[in-house]
């Protein structure tokens, strides 16, 4: 009897551990021989307001090609400081921080290849873009405008991949369905939740018809608005100039600033609310601190006191709830579009929220979601670093790993770590000399600078 009962816990947990095991479907094989990735400014290795390649190399597709010994890997390279300039970090002391773009503008280094590049990432593509902008097109958005010189008139991103003949295909793409709606301010920026589904299973239609024996990994999108400095980087409430702490009301609360809160209603903003990085020189002027301290030192030496910042500068809890739900039906449709036709996908939005809780470590490196010493963000505030991007590709190897059964070694860090060694490109962005120092001196985690002059 005894071992009648022993024999039936043995198969309860045996079923259970098989019911428990996370099951991956996988089409095709983990063979980079043609490695090709779609996607937009994060997989073209877009890094503080830049396109350039100092960074291009660490796009999450070029470190995927790398770790897998993908030969060939051939990216739209552009030359120092880029397309848009580099932003550079001059000053961290003060607030808000100076940041400026490097001199000059880059220009494309091989734009003659004979074919179509391996990395057709696009800064600026939507899921339909990816499907229906060729390079033909006037240059009327960020999307065109690159679109002219990577994809080059030859077809879309998707049928430049697949004239390939690819034998592996990686996919990110649907970011700018959903971060269009914070830098603009408002939810009406979001890709309508029908237009995202046929897009989006409209691209895997023509993938796994086009490329039927190709191994194939999508990606799911980041959904939380506290992963971006963009967003988290300037308080919604009053700041003290000198002390750089919050200003306490009567009430013994912090003052909330004061913004056109939609449709002209103009009043502070409520708790759960953000104000968006660009807002941060209007403020310094002025804007969104109440009528009522225009008399009251410092602040009545500012012009704008009184003046509310534009709907455009916040989002309110309402518009960030809005946003956050439709990004959680874009994940939806990805999940479906990607399970139904044996595709697996990469965690992506639980990487950005392990870096949002602030403890995430790497070796002795605490990567975080801070602006300009957070390591993870650059200084756009919503582009990654060159660690960020790493970080990504390591997402997308994890699950290549596991669903195809592949043994591709994981990115290190470790080339992050030097003590401002002479190379050409860094985890960190360019930052002054000046502003260099004041990092070591007031934040003495961020371990690696690319110092340069200005």
Not at 99 to 107: R, T
Not at 134 to 156: D, N, V, W
Not at 308 to 330: C, G, K, M, W, Y
Request: proline share 9%; hydrophobic share 45%; charged share 15%.
């Amino acid at each position: 009897m005894m071992r009648i009962r022993s024999l039936t816990r043995f198969v309860a947990v045996l079923v259970a551990a098989v019911v428990a095991a996370p099951v991956f479907a996988a089409r095709g094989t983990a063979d980079f021989t043609r490695f090709v990735a779609i996607g937009d400014s994060y997989g073209a290795g877009v890094e503080s307001g830049s396109l350039n390649q100092n960074h291009q190399p660490f796009s999450w597709p070029a470190v995927i090609a790398r770790q897998a010994g993908a030969p060939d890997f051939q990216q739209p390279l552009v030359s120092f400081p880029g397309i848009g300039a580099e932003l550079q970090l001059v000053d961290v002391i003060h607030f808000p921080p100076t940041i400026l773009p490097a001199p000059g503008i880059g220009q494309p280094t091989n734009l003659n290849l004979a074919r179509p590049y391996n990395n057709l990432s696009v800064p600026g593509a939507t899921v339909n873009d990816v499907i229906t902008l060729t390079g033909k097109e006037p240059p009327t958005s960020t999307a065109r405008i690159f679109a002219q010189f990577i994809l080059r008139g030859l077809g879309t991103e998707v049928d430049q991949a697949l004239a390939q003949h690819p034998t592996f295909i990686a996919v990110w793409i649907g970011g700018n369905d959903a971060l269009g709606a914070v830098l603009a301010g408002t939810p009406a920026a979001l890709t309508p939740l029908d237009a995202f589904k046929t897009s989006y299973n409209s691209m895997l239609d023509k993938l796994t018809a086009g490329a039927p024996g190709a191994g194939i990994v999508v990606a799911n999108i980041p959904n939380n608005i506290l992963a971006l400095p963009y967003a988290t980087a300037v308080p919604p409430v009053l700041i003290d100039p000198a002390t750089q702490k919050p200003v306490i009301g009567p009430d013994g609360k912090p003052i909330f600033l004061v913004a056109d809160l939609g449709g002209g209603n103009v009043g502070q903003l409520p708790p759960g609310s953000f104000v968006l990085l660009p807002a941060a020189a209007k403020i310094a002027t002025g804007y969104g601190i109440p009528s009522v301290l225009a008399s009251i030192p410092p602040f009545n030496q500012l012009p704008n006191v009184g003046k509310p910042l534009s709907d455009t500068d916040v989002l309110t809890p309402t518009e960030v709830a809005a946003i956050v739900q439709r990004v959680n039906d874009f994940n939806d449709v990805i999940n479906q579009a990607a399970s139904s036709r044996d595709i697996p996908v990469a965690d992506t939005k639980a990487l950005f929220d392990r870096v949002t809780t602030g403890k995430y470590f790497v070796g002795p490196m605490n990567i975080t979601a801070s602006f300009i010493t957070g390591g993870f963000f650059s200084f756009d505030g919503f582009h990654l670093t060159d660690i960020g991007y790493t970080l990504s590709a390591d997402e997308y190897i994890k699950t290549i790993n596991s669903a195809y059964k592949a043994a591709i070694p994981l990115a290190s860090l470790s080339q992050f770590l030097q003590n401002n060694a002479p190379v050409t490109s860094m985890g960190m962005p360019d930052v002054s000399p000046e502003a260099a120092q004041q990092i070591l001196m007031f934040a003495p985690r961020v371990r690696r600078l690319r110092v340069v002059a200005h």
